[in-house]
């Protein structure tokens, strides 16, 4: 059996009491999947790429959020100017006395929702708490790792505030279009959807909007869809049993033969062949 690669803590925290560091990602290049025997949470700031984490493949762009556990395999493939930060930490360090798996979904071990979306109105105050955990971690007086225990408290406490579900229309209204986009597209994946609509129902002018979604992600409208849709089928395909017209109809193709030919283009392979691929494996 082929081994993979595991990233260890001697390499990534100063000392073997540190609790938090930061791992910045400027930009994230291509990275082989790997596991390892820390904690990570994965905020993006810029940019595309193709996350893949434990076989499932998520198309990430600003403002993505992913809670990693230790034992979960992720990589990153097909990446376009992305920019991100990994905060890594160890469970077992923390003192605080706090109930962090009420606060960080996964350290219970439970079925749990690692993929979220921040909200853009939370980004400067996460940003503003990750550079603190990375002056901190610079330290080395008595008071540093508390510093950075209470910081990444209120990392915690904040990410909780402004996340939303991917495909959930975000609870406060101060969100911005793009913020809104995004969730109405994820949320469109078996339907068709119009952008002239979506621009009539906000009140926003379509080509400006098409134009702020290109700088902010790196792709137009139309293939961040079109790239939500593939990622999709790519699940459906590898963890279930639906005919490929189904998975078709599922990701919001009307003709299975058009969507075999969009497949076969973005993944260099058809759908049956990436099904079969995973029945070997």
Same mark, same amino acid.
């Given at each position: 059996?082929?081994? $993979?690669l595991?990233?260890r803590?001697?390499d ?6 540190? &609790? ?6 400027y930009p994230q290049?291509?990275? !082989?999947?790997h596991? $390892? ?10 940019g ?9 493949p998520?198309r990430i ?9 230790a ?6 493939t097909?990446?376009? /100017?992305?920019?991100?930060?990994n905060v890594?930490y160890c &469970?077992e ?5 706090l109930d962090?798996? !009420?606060l ?6 439970? &079925?749990?929702q &690692? ?7 939370g ?7 990750? *550079? ?18 209470t910081?990444?408290?209120q ?10 579900a991917? /495909?959930?229309v975000?609870? *406060?209204s101060s969100?911005?279009?793009? /913020?809104?986009?995004?969730?109405a597209l994820a949320?469109n994946?078996e339907r068709?959807f119009?952008?002239?609509q979506f621009?009539q129902?906000?009140?926003?002018n379509?080509r *400006? ?6 700088q902010?992600?790196g792709? *137009?409208?139309? $293939?961040?869809?079109?790239?939500l849709?593939?990622? $999709? ?11 490929i017209?189904?998975?078709a109809t599922?990701?919001g193709?009307? /003709?299975?033969n ?7 283009r973005e ?6 062949q990436c099904r079969?691929?995973?029945v070997a !494996?």
């Open positions: 059996m082929t081994s $993979h595991v990233l803590k001697a990534f925290f100063a000392s073997a009491t540190q &609790p938090v560091a930061v791992a910045d990602r290049n291509v990275f !082989a999947e596991t $390892h025997d820390f904690c990570e949470l994965v905020l993006v700031w810029r595309n790429g193709l996350h893949v984490l434990n076989d499932r998520y762009t600003c403002g993505d959020l992913f809670y990693i556990r034992e979960d395999r992720h990589s990153y097909s990446v376009n /100017d992305l920019v991100l930060q890594i &469970p360090r923390l003192q605080l006395d962090w798996k !009420a960080i979904p996964g350290l219970d071990k439970k &079925p749990f &690692p993929y979220w979306r921040l909200g853009s109105t980004m400067n105050p996460v940003r503003q708490i990750i *550079t603190q955990i990375e002056q901190e971690s610079r330290k080395a007086d008595d008071f540093s790792v508390a510093m950075m225990e910081l990444f408290a990392l915690a406490l904040t990410l909780n505030r402004h996340r939303y991917v /495909d959930s975000p609870v *406060t969100e911005t279009l793009l /913020d809104k986009l995004i969730t949320g994946l068709t119009a952008l002239e621009c129902q906000n009140q926003c379509e *400006t909007l098409r134009q702020q979604f290109r902010q992600t792709m *137009t409208v139309n $293939h961040y869809l079109r790239q849709r593939i990622c $999709h089928a790519q699940y459906l395909l590898r963890h279930t049993d639906y005919l017209s189904e998975v599922r990701c193709f009307e /003709d299975s058009y969507f075999s030919v969009v497949f076969t993944m260099g392979m058809t759908p049956s079969q691929r995973n !494996a």
